[in-house]
């Protein structure tokens, strides 16, 4: 599998939490424990090069320190106090677009572990509120763990199915902002071992889908929504620009894709026209595990959900 050739290649993306810390302490840490730092990196190839104790600035997101792919710092002081945390860049994509000024109210609609509600709650400062679900158990309490770590505070964490909380309860009256990264296929993940890809097949592909579609359509539905980001670890059209494009026709002028990041070089599929608005991520073209984002923006105030 190309993705599994590439995986080598992905480095090990170090998300500094500014709700702890700040890049330049992070960075004389790293100093202090024998590593050298070279500086914010001007493009790929650096990244692609680095080995050894070296780290870079990343080139595209801040509060983001790039290290050789063989590192290892889930042992480190500042990964165990969460000062930083270890996530993927194509995965701090997402709160990154979403972008809330600090003070908005925002949901995370499938939020657990919880790695892009914290960066959320970073970019807001713990400045304003974030409602988050998941449905499953097991993961709220480990999201759970994982917030407390990092120091978020006004996150109301709920384990819920997303498609049951009502858009109309008051409760979420002011929320402007919606982080949608819903269950797919995870056909972009490089960290699986041999045989464990799991093949996907029509049928799981469309259900998948099926719920995607849901569960996009439902969050559009909240009233004061101004922006949404929604992400997949799939690289199956079916689960990316399909999904968004059904759900856009559905909402007619409603809602508009934006342009994701335009300066990232690895555009939405051509399924649809206006797709290339939509950013895909993948080992080979952008050192990072494969990835999909479309930000969608409400165009016209006070419109109604579709029949
Ligand atoms: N955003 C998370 C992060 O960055 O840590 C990862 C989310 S993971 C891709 C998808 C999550 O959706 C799973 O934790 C799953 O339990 C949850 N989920 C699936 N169906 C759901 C539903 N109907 N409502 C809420 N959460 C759901």
Known sequence: KAVSAAASQVPRYVRVNTLKTCVDDVIDF??????????????MEELKALSGKKFLL???LPELLVFPSQTDLHDNLLYTSGHIILQDKASCLPAFLLGPVAGSHVIDACAAPGNKTSHLAAILKNKGQIFAFDVDPKRVATMNTLLTRAGVTGCQLAQQDFLTVDPRDPKYSRVTHILLDPSCSGSGMVTRGPGEEAASSA????????????????ALSFPA?????????????????????????????????????????????????????????SPAETLTHGFFVAVLERCKEGAAAPS
């Open 30 to 43: 790293f100093k202090r424990q024998g590593y050298a730092y070279l500086g914010k990196a001007a493009s």
């Open 58 to 60: 990343d080139l595209h």
């Open 203 to 218: 049928e799981r592909l469309q259900a998948l889908a099926g719920f995607q579609r849901r569960v996009l359509h439902h």
């Open 225 to 281: 929504l101004q922006r949404l980001v929604y992400s997949t670890c799939s690289l199956h059209q079916e689960e990316n620009e399909d999904v968004v494009q059904a759900v856009l026709q559905k909402w007619g002028s409603a809602f508009r894709l934006v342009t994701a990041f335009p300066s990232w070089p690895c555009r939405g599929l051509a399924a649809f026209s206006g797709a290339e608005s939509c950013l895909r991520a």
